[in-house]
């Protein structure tokens, strides 16, 4: 047994996309994990397929606890019963266009609700966290690869939301140095369980590349708009670095880790990408050579707001947690074409 291991770890958000890839990698480690989540962006039956692929015997590992982490008397009752060795707090609202619409809902959901979560957590003694932040902090970069040391700024509300509670977490750490914060900056997670049992499953049409795509693929939607054709890039279209959800569960198990047996960790960020940018297009033939379909496609003007290129310097996260993404696109478009192809309408039976 590891260090650390006989204690358990909350999971907030740990039924969405990211938590359940991440809480399945844990429970593998021989972590012991508790789930808090609203079910606001997932269902239980996310809960239940995790369970199935870990096995009867590490499924007891893990317990499922029905809440919002804005309500102190959900956290209450967790923490009064358990202590736990560290939190990794995934609970947020992720949609940057809903975000712009409606910006209290953000601030509320995101802001109030971490802001619980550390109280309940300072309380409690439990000064371990592993916070989901995201490349939306370097906003429109001048240069890439992005470093976790370039200036950060916000482009809406959600961003916003991940600028201030990474501020929130670094002057958390300095006002009581028991505090230790691992802030991970993912940039473009996609992909599926190897097993397409798990998966992304939004609700209403997709933000996302990936996902449209794939509800393309499987006659959901009629064709992907592609926006913009004319940045300067080798193709026309923007650049991302895509990441699979594997490689990514992976990196917070390594960030846990480290926080468990670190005592002088502070509040410190990590890059979490493959280093590598794709364009649009370049994803578009990947999912088609994956997946065998043809993916009608139209050029469309820009995206408000979209950077032409942004990727991940990867140097720091190889360096200080010995983690380096194992997948490449390849591998991203077959996993999330199993996902898609055993389960075209997501958790959920095909409408009527
Ligand atoms: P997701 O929506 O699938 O998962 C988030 C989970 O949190 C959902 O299950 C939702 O029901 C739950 N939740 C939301 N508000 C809650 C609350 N108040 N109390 C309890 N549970 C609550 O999203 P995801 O893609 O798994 O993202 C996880 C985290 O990573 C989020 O904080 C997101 O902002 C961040 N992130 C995601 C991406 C991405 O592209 N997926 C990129 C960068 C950062
Ligand atoms: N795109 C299309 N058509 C679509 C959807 C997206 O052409 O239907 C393009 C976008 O214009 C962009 C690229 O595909 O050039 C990637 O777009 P995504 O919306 O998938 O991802 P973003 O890089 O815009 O943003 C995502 C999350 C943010 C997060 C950021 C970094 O939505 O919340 O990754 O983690 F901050």
């Given at each position: 047994?590891?260090?650390?291991?006989?204690?358990?770890?909350?999971?907030?958000?740990?039924?969405?996309?990211?938590?359940?890839?991440?809480?399945?990698?844990?429970?593998?480690?021989?972590?012991?994990?508790?789930?808090?989540?609203?079910?606001?962006?997932?269902?239980?039956?996310?809960?239940?397929?995790?369970?199935?692929?870990?096995?009867?015997?590490?499924?007891?590992?893990?317990?499922?606890?029905?809440?919002?982490?804005?309500?102190?008397?959900?956290?209450?009752?967790?923490?009064?019963?358990?202590?736990?060795?560290?939190?990794?707090?995934?609970?947020?609202?992720?949609?940057?266009?809903?975000?712009?619409?409606?910006?209290?809902?953000?601030?509320?959901?995101?802001?109030?609700?971490?802001?619980?979560?550390?109280?309940?957590?300072?309380?409690?003694?439990?000064?371990?966290?592993?916070?989901?932040?995201?490349?939306?902090?370097?906003?429109?970069?001048?240069?890439?690869p992005?470093v976790e040391?370039?200036?950060?700024?916000?482009?809406?509300?959600?961003?916003?939301?991940?600028?201030?509670?990474?501020?929130?977490?670094?002057?958390?750490?300095?006002?009581?140095?028991?505090?230790?914060?691992?802030?991970?900056?993912?940039?473009?997670?996609?992909?599926?369980?190897?097993?397409?049992?798990?998966?992304?499953?939004?609700?209403?049409?997709?933000?996302?590349?990936?996902?449209?795509?794939?509800?393309?693929?499987?006659?959901?939607?009629?064709?992907?708009?592609?926006?913009?054709?004319?940045?300067?890039?080798?193709?026309?279209?923007?650049?991302?670095?895509?990441?699979?959800?594997?490689?990514?569960?992976?990196?917070?198990?390594?960030?846990?880790?480290?926080?468990?047996?670190?005592?002088?960790?502070?509040?410190?960020?990590y890059n979490?990408?493959?280093g590598?940018?794709?364009?649009?297009?370049?994803?578009?033939?990947?999912?088609?050579?994956?997946?065998?379909?043809?993916?009608?496609?139209?050029?469309?003007?820009?995206?408000?707001?979209?950077?032409?290129?942004?990727?991940a310097s990867t140097e720091k996260a190889g360096k200080e947690?010995?983690?380096k993404?194992?997948?490449?696109?390849?591998?991203?478009?077959?996993?999330?074409?199993?996902?898609?192809?055993?389960?075209?309408?997501?958790?959920?039976?095909?409408?009527?």
């Amino acid at each position: 047994m590891g260090i650390g291991m006989e204690e358990k770890i909350l999971v907030t958000g740990g039924a969405g996309f990211i938590g359940t890839h991440t809480v399945l990698q844990l429970l593998k480690q021989g972590f012991k994990v508790s789930i808090i989540d609203n079910l606001d962006n997932s269902v239980e039956e996310a809960i239940h397929r995790l369970r199935k692929l870990v096995g009867p015997q590490l499924s007891q590992n893990v317990e499922f606890h029905l809440g919002d982490i804005r309500n102190e008397k959900d956290l209450e009752k967790l923490f009064s019963q358990t202590k736990f060795g560290a939190v990794i707090h995934f609970a947020g609202l992720k949609a940057v266009g809903e975000s712009v619409a409606h910006p209290m809902r953000y601030f509320d959901n995101n802001l109030v609700g971490s802001i619980t979560l550390y109280k309940v957590m300072a309380k409690y003694n439990c000064k371990k966290l592993v916070f989901s932040s995201s490349a939306t902090v370097y906003g429109q970069p001048d240069k890439v690869p992005c470093v976790e040391n370039f200036e950060l700024t916000a482009m809406n509300p959600y961003g916003r939301t991940k600028l201030f509670l990474e501020e929130i977490a670094r002057d958390l750490q300095k006002a009581d140095s028991e505090w230790r914060i691992i802030l991970l900056r993912y940039f473009n997670p996609v992909g599926a369980h190897e097993s397409g049992m798990l998966g992304e499953d939004p609700k209403g049409i997709p933000n996302n590349l990936m996902p449209y795509i794939t509800q393309v693929a499987v006659g959901r939607l009629p064709e992907l708009n592609v926006y913009g054709h004319d940045y300067p890039t080798h193709d026309g279209s923007a650049i991302r670095d895509y990441i699979h959800v594997m490689d990514l569960a992976d990196g917070h198990v390594v960030a846990l880790e480290k926080l468990l047996e670190h005592k002088d960790i502070g509040c410190v960020a990590y890059n979490l990408g493959t280093g590598h940018g794709t364009s649009v297009l370049e994803m578009v033939a990947a999912f088609e050579k994956a997946s065998g379909k043809k993916i009608p496609i139209k050029l469309c003007p820009r995206r408000p707001g979209d950077a032409t290129a942004v990727y991940a310097s990867t140097e720091k996260a190889g360096k200080e947690l010995g983690w380096k993404a194992k997948y490449g696109v390849d591998e991203m478009c077959r996993d999330q074409w199993k996902w898609a192809s055993q389960n075209p309408w997501g958790y959920q039976p095909k409408p009527k």
